[in-house]
């Protein structure tokens, strides 16, 4: 199993950015997909996530501005980042949990800076 995440970049405040991450080895219909971001000096942390079965979830602070999606046919899901903030800049990586050792499998991370 592997995840990769692109899409990252440099954009100013308030406008958009779409993140993918392309799976092989399993589906994001078999596994959920979560995606997560640690800035600079601080924890990695969740911020969204997409079951298997569709069903979303984000964190508070990202309610409204950021939505998960996915295209199970190009093994593809996506992170749509609007109306970004400086507080949003950060590594942002994808993972997933599935059924094959060594079970937790992460993205590479893609930087995501929002300039003020």
């Known amino acids: 199993v592997q995840l990769q995440a692109s899409g990252g970049g440099l954009v100013p405040a308030g406008r958009s950015l779409r993140l993918s991450c392309a799976v092989s080895?399993?589906?994001?219909?078999?596994?959920?997909v979560l995606w997560y971001r640690q800035a600079p000096g601080k924890q990695r942390e969740w911020v969204a996530s997409?079951?298997?079965?569709?069903?979303?979830n984000y964190v508070n602070f990202v309610k409204g501005r950021f939505a998960v999606s996915r295209d199970i046919a190009a093994n593809t899901a996506y992170l749509q980042m609007n109306d970004l903030k400086a507080e949003d800049t950060a590594v942002y990586y994808c993972?997933?949990?599935?059924?094959?050792?060594?079970?937790?499998?992460w993205g590479q991370g893609t930087q995501v800076t929002v300039s003020s």
């Open positions: 080895g399993t589906t994001f219909s078999e596994n959920a």
């Open positions: 993972y997933t949990r599935a059924g094959t050792y060594p079970y937790d499998f």
């Open positions: 997409m079951s298997s079965g569709g069903v979303t």
